[in-house]
């Protein structure tokens, strides 16, 4: 009888007993009976004769207790759940039998015991009646571990970025092209894997790990057991974040656990301060992502009522967290194949949760006025956004997210925003845009409604040109807007010194009040970059004009505008009419979806 026939006995009384067909002390017995046979066998003196290889008799090592590993992701399981039920994997979440983890386990010893056949016979020792410990060592420089590192440097060769990918979802992320994971990485998430489970399956067997007769060979096995290892868990994350609508936080929440937890433990044996930097700034961030996940778990998954004030608490310490990775992070002098996708995945995880924590500052608004669940308010503000403007960036969409929550409390009657509430103007512009043919009735006016349209406004310096030809310039100070809902095509404009508007919008700048609740208010489209961005280039393409010119953000303001409707002969029209004469007229939509949303959540 073979090794590995007293190893399939004791299989199978394993899944007997699991299924009920054996009582405990039957069981007992049987498994003693059958241990000692094994034990007994492998006090034997090992040969390698004709290229088969059997464990080293020099180094005997006792038996590892097996894992039972998922078939389809090969993350370990717990052993004390009752296994004659399906298993649910706490790693993928799918359900399998105690057989199919079984069988994928015997079909993978047979290719490992292929393999290091194979390998041990072309190092030639197949003739030897021994292996001693200085030849066990030449097998493995030689042969074991460049075959083994060779085969992982291939499969990983276009996974190393994993790390840059965030480590948890969020709804709103698959909008954002480079947040999306590696697809690579995310088929082997799906079941892609047989290869990651085969290279896994060696560099962890006893059979190899026997070979590695040195500290220093140990430690080079376990520099690439943790490149596998720690892949596998990235997978599962990746599968989860290309699909958010069907992601479980829990099963996230184990895969980055499980990350750690082969992090701290490899960290305390690396030796190389490089290598240990880049560890610990990886194990810095992890700590922030858990951080984060305990407040998305119960929020977003668990629907459990929470305080907001405590959510908000919570999430600052996760970003404390996080901008202590990123300094780790920086610090790194490690490989920037692996220290550069760890930087930028802890600035993608940051950013994530700084947008999350702006939509509980949303919801806790909100919440002082109504109450509705956060599962709700979450998804109709998410779908809210998306309906106003195709979101180019995560910084476009927390700058869209700060500038609801701004406008909320600005209802609400928690923060003034800068605002001029004057509507004197408007009836005189309302007839001044009436159209009146030369024969025939004038148009009428039909609907009228006014809103809060928000602005971003700057200071422009400019040289004032003096004389015909221009030869010196007296330098001015003047305001320069530009309507934050126009993204596509941007409309801006100047107030130079002597226009009349400009006094109003100075003063305006510095007059803080909360917005009116019989009014709509949009909020803003453009963040503050995009319109700082528009307004230099703007400003650079009128050169001529206005000679040199420095532009200085100063805030958002709102500024009075109305919706107007005219009814001609046999036609209407609609126009948006404001206190500046530049306003975006493409505004149906979002007056539309803003009119809805302020109905349920701004009144």
């Known amino acids: ?54 464990p080293p008799a020099s180094a005997p090592t006792p038996p590892k207790a097996e894992e039972l590993k998922c078939p389809a992701c090969f993350t370990p399981t717990d052993l004390t759940q009752d296994l004659s039920k399906p ?9 399998y039998m105690l057989r199919q983890s079984q069988d994928d386990a015997q079909m993978l010893k047979q290719g490992l015991k292929t393999w290091i056949e194979q390998t041990i016979a072309s190092s030639g020792a197949g003739g030897s009646n021994s292996i001693d410990m200085n030849a066990r060592r030449f097998i493995f420089k030689k042969d074991l571990y460049p075959a083994l590192k060779r085969d992982i440097d291939r499969q990983l060769e276009m996974l190393e970025d994993a790390p840059e990918a965030p480590l948890f979802p969020l709804s709103v992320m698959p909008a954002f092209r480079d947040y999306r994971p590696n697809p690579q990485l995310v088929a082997i998430g799906q079941g892609n894997n047989q290869e990651i489970k085969s290279l896994s399956s060696r560099v962890s067997a006893q059979e190899v790990q026997d070979f590695a007769a040195v500290e220093a060979d140990r430690q080079q096995l376990k520099a690439l057991q943790f490149r596998i290892t720690t892949l596998i868990y990235y997978a599962n994350i990746a599968r989860f974040l290309e699909n958010a609508e069907a992601h479980s936080y829990q099963l996230v929440r184990h895969n980055v656990q499980a990350l750690q937890k082969e992090c701290s433990t490899y960290a305390q044996e690396v030796a190389d301060p490089s290598h240990r930097s880049y560890l610990l700034a990886l194990d810095a961030r992890i700590s922030g992502a858990l951080l984060l996940l305990d407040v998305l778990m119960p929020t977003l998954e668990q629907g459990r009522s929470f305080a907001p004030e405590a959510a908000r608490a919570q999430l600052d310490r996760a970003l404390a967290q996080y901008a202590k990775a990123a300094q780790q992070a920086a610090a790194s002098t490690y490989n920037p194949l692996y220290a550069v996708p760890l930087q930028q995945g802890i600035q993608k995880d940051m950013l994530l949760a700084q947008v999350f924590y702006e ?44 500038s609801i ?31 009146k043919p030369a024969f025939g009735a004038a148009e009428t006016t039909g609907t009228v409604v006014r809103h809060f349209h928000p602005y971003w406004v700057a200071t422009l310096n400019y040289a004032e040109k003096q004389g015909i030809i221009f030869k010196s310039g007296t330098g001015r100070e003047a305001l320069i ?35 009116d609740k019989q009014y709509m ?16 280039q703007y400003t650079s393409q009128r050169a001529a004009e206005l000679g040199a010119t420095i532009v200085k953000m100063i805030d958002l303001i709102y500024l009075p505008v109305a919706f107007v409707s005219y009814a001609g002969k046999n036609q209407t029209r609609e126009i948006l009419l404001g206190r500046l004469n530049f306003v975006n007229q493409n505004l149906r939509n979002a007056l539309m979806q803003t009119h809805q949303f302020l109905q349920q959540y701004g009144a």
């Open 1 to 54: 009888m073979e090794e590995q026939d007293i190893q399939d006995m004791l299989d199978s009384l394993d899944m007997q007993f699991a299924r009920g067909k054996i009582d405990q002390p039957t069981y007992s017995e049987l498994k003693q009976k059958w241990q000692e046979k094994l034990r007994a066998f492998k006090k034997d003196p090992v040969a390698v004769s004709g290229g088969v290889y059997a």
């Open 359 to 402: 939509i509980i500052k949303c919801y806790e608004v909100v919440l002082r006025t109504s109450q509705v669940e956060f599962g709700a308010f979450y998804y109709h503000l998410i779908h809210y956004t998306r309906a106003l403007v195709t979101i180019q960036s995560p910084d476009q969409m927390l700058g869209l997210v700060q």
């Open 481 to 515: 807007l530009v309507d934050a809902t126009s993204v596509e095509t941007p409309v801006i404009g100047y107030l130079l010194a002597n226009d009349p508007v400009l006094p109003v919008i100075s003063t305006g700048i510095h007059n803080y009040n909360l917005l």
């Open 405 to 435: 929550g701004r406008l909320l409390a600005a209802r609400s009657g928690d923060v003034p925003v800068p605002v001029i509430v004057d509507w004197n103007w408007l009836d005189a512009a309302i007839q001044a845009n009436r159209r």
């Open 521 to 536: 208010a949009l909020p803003a489209l453009l963040s503050r970059d995009m319109a700082e961005q528009t307004m230099k």
């Open 87 to 95: 298993i649910e994997c706490p790693g993928c979440g799918r359900a």
